[in-house]
């Protein structure tokens, strides 16, 4: 039986995180420099399934993996879809560029490749839809309560205008346009960012329903102006969403010292992107202007920088 690959993309949001969760649109891109991959291989004389996963350290049998595992659970909702109970023995290699907890994907992108690879190898790969609805229910460990903005990106690797439970609507860029993301090192989970905002929201519900309201409408907006090439109009709709975020409590100081540092060497807006409280941080820019955004954020903090063009 040959090794059967598979691998996926990691992605950025553009627009709209936090509100998502609460039925509001969410604009979201594939980032392609950075990937998850999944390699599967039978291991005659074998059983089970093995699985090496060098970046995480893990290195592990199926068996010996909990429930809430996310690897362990992306093999056995796979296995489940496929009415297999017990597959012929194999080893699952698994590697990604994506960093962790960042806001760029990476527990999407290692099921998205897992579940690729895996129904391959069995005989049956599955088709996106069912991929992604996999993805979205591993992410449930991840996320608690996730919108699914980041598996559907991931799995579709298109620029996605997102709205949870709706169908999926991928958009148009009629002129690309470049990104800088800048990384603060923060390691931050998006479950603590997410229960934060619920707990506030609770405690002040129209004040947040104004918040989400107000980045939906900035989210509207920046879809039409990707939709009809207005560029220019992006960078503000950045800097507008990123107040809003700040309002809602889920910036930090190292994250504001990004967007005022790419602001200030050029970059026509900024803001966080993701769950906040550290993460990434996106900055427009012109072409020609994208390395010295890159190095003026490295100044500021930032321990990488991806510069990545949009919709090329
Ligand atoms: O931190 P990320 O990029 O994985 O994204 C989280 C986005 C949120 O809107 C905060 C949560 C969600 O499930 O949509």
């Not at 969760?21 to 074998?46: D, H, M, N, S, T």
């Not at 893990?58 to 996310?70: V, Y």
């Not at 309002?247 to 050029?266: F, H, I, N, Y």
Request: net charge negative; glycine share 10%.
């Amino acid at each position: 039986m040959p090794a059967i690959a598979a691998s996926a993309p990691g992605k950025i949001i553009l627009f709209g995180e936090h509100a998502v969760v609460y039925g509001q649109p969410a604009l979201a891109v594939p980032v392609r420099q950075v990937e998850a991959k999944a390699i599967i291989k039978a291991q005659p004389g074998g059983e089970g399934i093995r699985i090496l996963a060098p970046d995480i350290a893990l290195r592990s049998e199926l068996s010996a993996l909990p429930l809430e595992d996310a690897v362990g659970k992306a093999i056995r909702l796979t296995l489940d879809a496929l009415g297999v109970a017990s597959p012929s023995a194999c080893t699952l290699m698994i590697s990604s560029t994506i960093p962790l907890a960042a806001g760029l994907g990476s527990g999407a992108a290692v099921s998205v490749a897992i579940i690729r690879a895996l129904s391959g190898f069995l005989g049956h790969p599955l088709p996106d839809e069912q991929v992604n609805a996999l993805t979205y229910e591993v992410e449930k460990l991840h996320h608690g309560t996730p919108s699914g903005i980041d598996n559907t990106v991931v799995t579709f690797a298109q620029p996605v205008y997102f709205i949870k439970g709706q169908p999926i609507k991928t958009i148009e860029i009629r002129y690309p346009f470049t990104l800088v993301i800048g990384d603060t090192g923060l390691v931050s989970p998006t479950s603590v960012a997410v229960g934060d905002v619920r707990r506030a929201y609770e405690a002040q519900p129209e004040l947040f329903e104004h918040y989400f309201a107000l980045c939906g409408r900035i989210t509207t907006n920046a879809a039409l102006s990707i939709q009809n090439g207005r560029i220019n109009s992006l960078g503000p709709l950045m800097n507008d969403n990123h107040e809003v975020l700040q309002k809602m409590g889920v910036s930090c100081p190292e994250l504001d010292q990004l967007v005022a540092a790419a602001r200030e060497a050029g970059a026509s807006g900024a803001k966080l992107s993701g769950g906040g409280r550290g993460g990434n941080m996106i900055a427009l820019v012109e072409p020609d202007q994208a390395q010295a955004v890159a190095l003026a954020l490295e100044d500021a903090g930032a321990v990488r920088t991806i510069i990545t063009q949009v919709g090329k």
